[in-house]
């Protein structure tokens, strides 16, 4: 087995978990090479630190698979990994079902993406490590899963940083284009073939789950006050009134007035709804996007409850400001503004705009429900460029929640590239 000898002055990221290795930090190979291949990585005195398969071609030239140096990566070890995967899901998640089960990295496979939707898998490849080992990835799936189709989705550009071309197609048994799942209790459609990445986002499923506090509580803010009533039987009992006096027949009554923008396939707004949302605003630029919303929004009986906008957020959001609308919650869920280092400065820009004009859109002492992908966009920054656009706003605001990925998404120790998304819930108040 070849060996790669890094340098004596690096920074010791591989000891402390992360599992790739740069070219930057390599000082040496013995032994010839062939890409994808398993090498063993050593410190620059010999000392054996891990082992991966390595590509030549790409910066990061080793992905680490185990720090055992007698541990063989052969068919059981693919098989070992996987099933470990599947029973951290069985334990954490709540719908194991319908979930990411296995996240790279994080599960010790480096570059494999695997979603499963109920008995259709569907399996993203990132590394030229794994490509080469697809038939046992594809077996030891089918042994832990036994799911009735895999497919793959390779069109992704960041494969070609490993010399791979894209590409997507079934590997193995029959794939439906659509599919259909739970989570939260709730309904979905999820296209596997054409949807964006694997066709769903499962990181913010526990996420759409917090806003469950925030959808009711708000009828006497909207003028409505319990009062009492006598039926035809003399018995008492409470009704909604409005300020007109008038009983309110609408269930809702109590319910939050919200506005969501990026809705994709429409997951912010079906939870608001399920908790109890009056009426919600459904926000996105691509008219597939609100058509898949739609769909699954009929799905589960909320249709009545939901308006649906084609526009560019940032534009909507400025239009409403300056006519002078409102709504109890905002929610912004954007994708990724930041895909590089290069691109924070701009990324910095959006999130500030969406945002401000966003907390501006809250009626006071409602909340702003917010969040970024963008790994790029630290924590740190990403609180920074909220409170920002606080201050230009003229609002205070009360942080009630803040989270980051869904336990099927978990971070390894050491690499800070998995803590990617951010996820906050802020009160708004005036600043007078």
Not at 212 to 237: F, R
Request: aromatic share 10%.
């Amino acid at each position: 087995m070849a060996r790669i000898l890094l340098q004596q002055h690096r920074k010791k990221r591989l000891e402390a978990g992360h599992p790739w290795v740069f070219q930057s930090e390599v000082m040496s190979i013995e032994g010839e090479v062939q890409p994808g291949e398993v090498v063993e990585v050593a410190n620059h005195k010999g000392h054996f630190l891990a082992k991966g398969y390595i590509n030549p071609a790409s910066q990061m030239i080793v992905r680490i698979l185990s720090y055992d140096p007698k541990e063989e990566i052969d068919y059981s070890f693919f098989l070992r990994k996987i099933r470990e995967a599947a029973q951290f899901r069985q334990r954490f998640v709540e719908n194991p079902q319908a979930c990411r089960v296995l996240y790279g990295e994080a599960d010790f496979l480096p570059g494999l993406i695997v979603d499963r939707y109920n008995d259709i898998l569907v399996v993203q490849v990132l590394s030229l490590g794994i490509e080469q080992r697809m038939d046992w990835v594809r077996d030891a799936l089918v042994e832990v899963f036994q799911p009735r189709g895999i497919y793959l989705r390779n069109d992704v550009p960041v494969r070609e940083l490993e010399g791979l071309p894209q590409g997507k197609g079934v590997l193995y048994g029959e794939c439906p284009s659509e599919v259909e799942i739970e989570e939260n209790g709730l309904t979905y459609i999820v296209d596997v073939v054409n949807g964006q990445k694997t066709g769903f986002f499962y990181d913010q499923r526990e996420n759409r789950a917090a806003i469950a506090p925030l959808m009711t509580g708000w009828g006497e803010s909207h003028g409505i006050t319990l009062q009492e009533t006598q039926d035809e039987g003399q018995a008492t009992k409470l009704v909604p009134v409005d300020k007109r006096g008038k009983i309110v027949k609408n269930p809702f009554w109590d319910g939050a007035e919200v506005l969501e923008c990026f809705t994709h396939t429409g997951s912010f707004t079906l939870n608001a709804c399920k908790h109890g949302a009056k009426k919600v605003t459904a926000l996105d630029i691509s008219e597939h996007a609100i058509e898949t919303a739609k769909r699954n929004i009929t799905r589960n009986g909320f249709l009545h409850r939901v308006d649906f906008v084609v526009a560019n957020a940032f534009d909507y959001l400025r239009e409403q400001v300056a006519a002078g609308k409102s709504w109890d919650v905002v929610i912004l869920d954007p994708p990724a503004f930041a895909k590089s280092r290069n691109a924070v400065k701009g990324a910095v820009r959006g999130y500030k705009d969406i945002n401000l004009n966003g907390m501006k859109l809250v009626r006071q002492g409602g909340y702003l429900v917010t969040a970024s992908c963008s790994y790029h966009m630290s924590p740190e920054l990403f609180l920074e460029t909220i409170q920002q656009a606080a201050l230009d706003a003229k609002k205070l605001l009360r942080l009630i929640e803040w989270r980051g990925a869904g336990k099927d998404h978990p971070q390894i120790s050491g690499a800070e590239e998995s803590d990617y998304l951010k996820f906050a819930i802020f009160e708004v108040r005036d600043r007078r």
